[in-house]
């Protein structure tokens, strides 16, 4: 971004605009084609969503217009919401519902990964080539090798392969069925269309699940975004030190997906909901302690961070795997894309909201906004476990 603006004249706010912008529409497009990967095979799909991609990201690294640039930014945002659909239908097709926390946490830890790795091959491209421009083409060329690699290796189902489905691969091997695959596996004959109101739209469930997801990313997008800000200026931290602590947030973020999924799968059997709880109001009590400690201390802060990141990225990791398992796995990448879209409506909140709040008022303001999230997430899923409860009861 340095170098863009210095080349370009580029000012900030068009780069806000531009990052705000494609929040949105990558919300919207993880919605929209999470209903179209729903009846496509994903190893298509998501090689062409790749592939876009990085035809995109070569057009915005060759722009020299600001109004082009955007252009292809949102583009690259659209086509970047092909990829987590098929991701989700292929993990419902290939585990059960007893792996999916664990499997879907590993599968999650990829963001941070490539986040992390990225940052490493960027510093290397700009040191090397002594051009922002090749931060964008090197990945793309990596993205059009993602592209082959997909396409040779990626299969839609195990049927796809003359294998057994999953439910019957698991009857076969524990000599018995769930009841809960058994009616995922044999459920009532619907059209696409009546299974995705039937088990998405007009389930209360998802709406509390997605709802939730919107409190979370709050919490996790201010985080991200704004944490270095508010450490020098409310704590009184340097810039660098405040970039240093910040990266602990998503360090420790991959550790608490790992342990939330395996609490999900062997703990709770399968029960997201109370590990999101547990969770949450561990976030809740650390972020209070975390305004409540003045200190410009790195060790504390970072600690506090860090716990923080490891309490967020868990129920941030586990909502898709909740709504996976309640829509079942013929609906389950339209309904993980309609999680994903109140996910990402929460950047009107993190991006414009959280600076107005700062600049209007103080950072104590923005720590209500953020604590009040936390509970408030934490009370939607107290009440998907008494959903659940009173479905147990009436079984």
């Given at each position: ?346 950047v009107i909140v993190t991006g414009w909201g959280v600076g107005f709040i700062a600049e209007r008022y103080d950072w104590n303001a923005v720590f209500l906004l953020l604590l009040g999230s936390s509970f408030i997430g934490m009370l939607l899923f107290a009440c998907v476990l008494n959903a659940a409860a009173k479905d147990e009861s009436r079984q």
């Open positions: 971004m340095p170098g863009i603006e210095a080349d370009l004249g580029i000012t900030k706010v068009q780069l806000g605009l531009f990052l705000t912008a494609h929040g949105l529409l990558y919300g919207i497009s993880k919605f929209a084609n999470g209903i179209l990967a729903d009846r496509c095979d994903p190893r298509w799909f998501m090689a062409l969503g790749l592939f876009m991609c990085a035809i995109a990201n070569f057009g915005f690294g060759m722009s020299s217009a600001v109004w082009l640039m955007g252009l292809f930014w949102l583009v690259n945002a659209w086509f970047q919401g092909m990829g987590f659909p098929p991701c989700a239908k292929s993990l419902t097709h290939w585990f059960s519902t007893s792996e999916r926390g664990f499997t879907m946490a590993i599968w999650n830890t990829s963001h941070s990964v490539g986040a992390g790795l990225v940052l490493l091959l960027n510093a290397w491209v700009i040191w090397f080539f002594e051009d922002w421009r090749y931060c964008f083409f090197v990945p793309a060329l990596l993205a059009v090798f993602g592209t082959v690699w997909l396409f040779n290796r990626l299969r839609d189902a195990p049927e796809t392969i003359g294998l057994d489905s999953i439910e019957v691969y698991h009857a076969k091997k524990t000599g018995a069925i769930s009841s809960e695959d058994a009616d995922k596996a044999t459920g009532p004959e619907l059209s696409w269309g009546q299974m995705l109101y039937e088990y998405v739209f007009s389930n209360p469930v998802i709406w509390i699940v997605c709802l939730s997801n919107f409190f979370i990313y709050i919490v996790r997008f201010s985080i991200l975004d704004w944490a270095p800000t508010f450490l020098k200026e409310a704590k009184g931290m340097e810039v660098y030190q405040g970039g240093i602590v910040s990266s602990a947030f998503e360090l420790t973020g991959i550790l608490g997906m790992l342990l939330s999924g395996w609490l999900m799968d062997r703990v709770f059997k399968g029960r997201g909901a109370k590990v999101c709880f547990l969770y949450m109001f561990g976030c809740t009590v650390t972020l209070a302690l975390f305004w409540y400690v003045d200190s410009n201390s790195i060790l504390v802060n970072s600690l506090f961070l860090a716990v923080l990141g490891f309490l967020i990225y868990g129920p941030q990791c586990l909502t898709g795997a909740i709504i996976a398992n309640v829509a079942t796995k013929k609906v389950a990448s339209g309904a993980i894309g309609f999680g994903a879209l109140f996910a990402y409506l929460s």
